[in-house]
């Protein structure tokens, strides 16, 4: 079975930056569906981005309380996926978790069907 394991995670204070790491125990094809959310204490599962499978005509999307900060990518070589987060809000705060869906397609940041998750990783930006 497919294994993701998330990294990167930790303590920053606002304004600062963080990228996050989604190891795949798998082969990453390029027609893979993957995606990150993030939850909050007391709070449901929040879609933050998600990647497109190639081919498809959209660009990767993401949630509109992180775009033009957050910046989701990943190396098919490494079998890795990235969340490059910059200008860090306290807001942003919550447990981070990536996700791929065999199926591919199109990707939307609120896609909740993935198939596999990682454990996550704690992100904490204070104020």
């Known amino acids: 079975q497919v294994q993701l394991a998330e990294s990167g995670g930790g303590s920053v204070q606002s304004g600062g930056s963080l990228k996050l790491s989604c190891e795949v125990s798998?082969?990453?094809?390029?027609?893979?569906?993957m995606g990150w959310f993030r939850q909050a204490p007391g709070k449901e599962r929040e879609g933050v981005a998600g990647?497109?499978?190639?081919?498809?005509?959209?660009?990767?999307d993401y949630a509109d309380s992180v775009k033009g900060r957050f910046m989701i990518s990943r190396d098919s070589a490494k079998n890795i996926l990235y969340l490059q987060m910059t200008n860090l809000k306290p807001e942003d705060t919550g447990m981070y978790y990536c996700?791929?869906?065999?199926?591919?397609?199109?990707?939307?940041?609120?896609?909740?069907?993935?198939?596999?998750w990682g454990q996550g990783t704690q992100v904490t930006v204070s104020s």
């Open positions: 996700a791929l869906d065999p199926g591919g397609g199109y990707c939307p940041a609120d896609k909740d069907d993935y198939r596999h």
């Open positions: 798998d082969r990453i094809y390029s027609s893979y569906c």
């Open positions: 990647i497109d499978s190639d081919g498809s005509p959209s660009a990767p």
